[in-house]
């Protein structure tokens, strides 16, 4: 927002800097002994400021009152409170504060008090926080090992476009008019959201469970069950029965449908490699965690490996399924299906399964694998470690399958593509929404403190 010396300001207004338009500016003191249980005093930290420029008291640690027995030590109704430290991201948050409760704030917060002749506070705030939505802030901000803070010094300089002060009242009136809008719009958004992830869940828990080809099995009474002599060997396989051994409980399925483990129905269940990524995109891509979004490959961010014997026998090929063998307890064991021709490679954290044609279509595993009872059997076998969680191949191999005839498999997955093309396609225009919403309050934003909001 500095450019705004660059260019003419409108009559009447003036450009001068935040330290000259405030009467203190104070950072906040430091505490190791804090609760979360509401005893004492709200000390508020870098969280209780949010990314829409509010005070937000969803997560509030609290101290003794004694340790701000001092009235600098506290806030009070018309502060602005400045984030001064964090990730160089979110450095620079500000947040009007319009209470009457007089909290302490941390040493990662400072409090500025305004000269209510040339500035109100709310406008002051809506500026810095501008600032902040703009990436000013990432420019100015001090970079340390972890974090960066912008000083008293560096705030205080920063320049600051004053309009009259009924101007400033009727930018922050018309600002708040804007969000008020704006988040309606995005509640709206969120809802949908989770109506299409709703609408996911169920196409899945249909597919996996025989009632979306229910029609299709009356119209094709002769398609072949898998026989289990089709099935690796290796592996000991029944028709489904009550007194079948199961690490989680399948749903009720057809009787033309088979119940075998994952190792019954792979050529391959295979680990990926180690060996450490580089830059060089001339190099062979390999697929991390992070490829794996939603039950469908992505690729973005990218990372590269030279290419060896290893990495060419981890080639993937089309139809190979990827699973997420650790992750956090929430994402571990995630899957998609690759389905190109483009040479790469995939990750240590990863497993591939390839699959006997004949008994299983790789997509429908998938959503096997991403479905309700999947993300069950997932929770059920995991390992928990101090940050992640894991699920190695022998679990992996072991977790059953209800297979319907290969023919209806291919059916079940056209019948699901089709069905969430279209939610994704709504997904979609969600998202694009969702964009413009940002940009339009970005653009409001800038357009206020040019001087440009229509009177």
């Given at each position: 927002m500095t450019n705004q010396d660059q260019r003419p300001l409108p009559p009447g207004w003036e450009l001068t800097q935040v330290g000259a338009a405030v009467v203190d500016i104070q950072p906040g003191f430091a505490s190791g002994k804090h609760n979360s249980d509401g005893k004492g005093l709200p000390h508020f930290r870098p969280m209780n400021v949010s990314t829409s420029g509010r005070i937000d008291r969803t997560v509030t640690k609290f101290v003794a009152p004694d340790l701000a027995d001092r009235p600098g030590r506290r806030l009070r109704r018309g502060d602005v409170l400045f984030n001064n430290t964090n990730s160089i991201d979110l450095v620079g948050k500000t947040a009007y504060f319009g209470d009457d409760d007089f909290p302490a704030y941390s040493n990662h917060m400072t409090r500025l008090r305004v000269d209510h002749e040339k500035v109100t506070p709310e406008y002051l705030a809506r500026y810095l926080h501008a600032c902040w939505s703009s990436g000013e802030f990432t420019q100015l901000a001090n970079n340390h090992?972890?974090?960066?803070?912008?000083?008293?010094?560096?705030?205080?300089?920063l320049p600051l476009p004053l309009p009259p002060l009924e101007q400033q009242r009727r930018i922050v009136a018309l600002l708040d008019q804007v969000d008020r809008g704006r988040d309606e719009v995005t509640n709206h958004l969120v809802r949908a959201q989770g109506l299409l992830a709703g609408f996911r869940r169920a196409v899945l828990v249909a597919a996996c469970s025989g009632r979306?080809?229910?029609?299709?099995?009356?119209?094709?009474?002769?398609?072949?069950?898998?026989?289990?002599?089709?099935?690796?060997?290796?592996?000991?396989?029944?028709?489904?029965?009550?007194?079948?051994?199961?690490?989680?409980?399948?749903?009720?399925?057809?009787?033309?449908?088979?119940v075998a483990p994952i190792v019954a129905?792979?050529?391959?269940?295979?680990?990926?490699?180690?060996?450490?990524?580089?830059g060089?995109?001339?190099?062979?891509?390999?697929?991390?965690?992070?490829?794996?979004?939603?039950?469908?490959?992505?690729?973005a961010d990218l990372k590269y490996i030279t290419p060896d014997s290893e990495v060419e026998r981890l080639l993937l090929s089309d139809g190979d399924l990827l699973f997420n063998r650790t992750n956090s307890p929430e994402l571990v064991g995630k899957s998609a299906v690759w389905r190109s021709s483009r040479r790469?490679?995939?990750?240590?954290?990863?497993?591939?399964?390839?699959?006997?044609?004949?008994?299983?279509?790789?997509?429908?595993?998938?959503?096997w694998i991403n479905s309700a009872w999947g993300r069950i059997w997932a929770r059920q076998v995991k390992t928990d470690g101090v940050s992640q969680s894991n699920i190695n191949g022998t679990k992996l191999g072991a977790?059953?399958?209800?297979?319907?005839?290969?023919?209806?498999?291919?059916?079940?997955?056209?019948?699901?593509?089709?069905?969430?093309?279209?939610?994704?396609?709504?997904?979609?225009?969600?998202?694009?929404?969702?964009?413009?919403?940002?940009?339009?309050?970005?653009?409001?934003?800038?357009?206020?403190?040019?001087?440009?909001?229509?009177?």
């Amino acid at each position: 927002m500095t450019n705004q010396d660059q260019r003419p300001l409108p009559p009447g207004w003036e450009l001068t800097q935040v330290g000259a338009a405030v009467v203190d500016i104070q950072p906040g003191f430091a505490s190791g002994k804090h609760n979360s249980d509401g005893k004492g005093l709200p000390h508020f930290r870098p969280m209780n400021v949010s990314t829409s420029g509010r005070i937000d008291r969803t997560v509030t640690k609290f101290v003794a009152p004694d340790l701000a027995d001092r009235p600098g030590r506290r806030l009070r109704r018309g502060d602005v409170l400045f984030n001064n430290t964090n990730s160089i991201d979110l450095v620079g948050k500000t947040a009007y504060f319009g209470d009457d409760d007089f909290p302490a704030y941390s040493n990662h917060m400072t409090r500025l008090r305004v000269d209510h002749e040339k500035v109100t506070p709310e406008y002051l705030a809506r500026y810095l926080h501008a600032c902040w939505s703009s990436g000013e802030f990432t420019q100015l901000a001090n970079n340390h090992v972890s974090q960066a803070s912008v000083g008293r010094k560096t705030l205080s300089s920063l320049p600051l476009p004053l309009p009259p002060l009924e101007q400033q009242r009727r930018i922050v009136a018309l600002l708040d008019q804007v969000d008020r809008g704006r988040d309606e719009v995005t509640n709206h958004l969120v809802r949908a959201q989770g109506l299409l992830a709703g609408f996911r869940r169920a196409v899945l828990v249909a597919a996996c469970s025989g009632r979306l080809t229910e029609d299709w099995r009356q119209q094709h009474p002769d398609a072949r069950a898998i026989d289990p002599e089709q099935l690796a060997v290796s592996a000991k396989v029944r028709r489904r029965r009550p007194d079948v051994s199961l690490d989680i409980e399948v749903p009720d399925v057809p009787d033309s449908y088979v119940v075998a483990p994952i190792v019954a129905i792979a050529t391959a269940v295979e680990y990926g490699t180690s060996r450490k990524a580089d830059g060089d995109e001339s190099h062979v891509p390999v697929l991390r965690m992070g490829n794996i979004q939603d039950g469908a490959i992505g690729l973005a961010d990218l990372k590269y490996i030279t290419p060896d014997s290893e990495v060419e026998r981890l080639l993937l090929s089309d139809g190979d399924l990827l699973f997420n063998r650790t992750n956090s307890p929430e994402l571990v064991g995630k899957s998609a299906v690759w389905r190109s021709s483009r040479r790469a490679t995939f990750a240590s954290y990863l497993i591939r399964v390839k699959f006997h044609e004949e008994v299983a279509v790789p997509e429908f595993v998938n959503y096997w694998i991403n479905s309700a009872w999947g993300r069950i059997w997932a929770r059920q076998v995991k390992t928990d470690g101090v940050s992640q969680s894991n699920i190695n191949g022998t679990k992996l191999g072991a977790m059953p399958v209800p297979l319907p005839p290969v023919d209806e498999q291919r059916e079940i997955v056209r019948r699901v593509e089709q069905l969430l093309k279209g939610s994704e396609e709504i997904l979609a225009r969600v998202n694009a929404t969702s964009s413009l919403l940002k940009r339009t309050g970005q653009s409001a934003l800038a357009k206020a403190f040019r001087g440009e909001l229509p009177h």
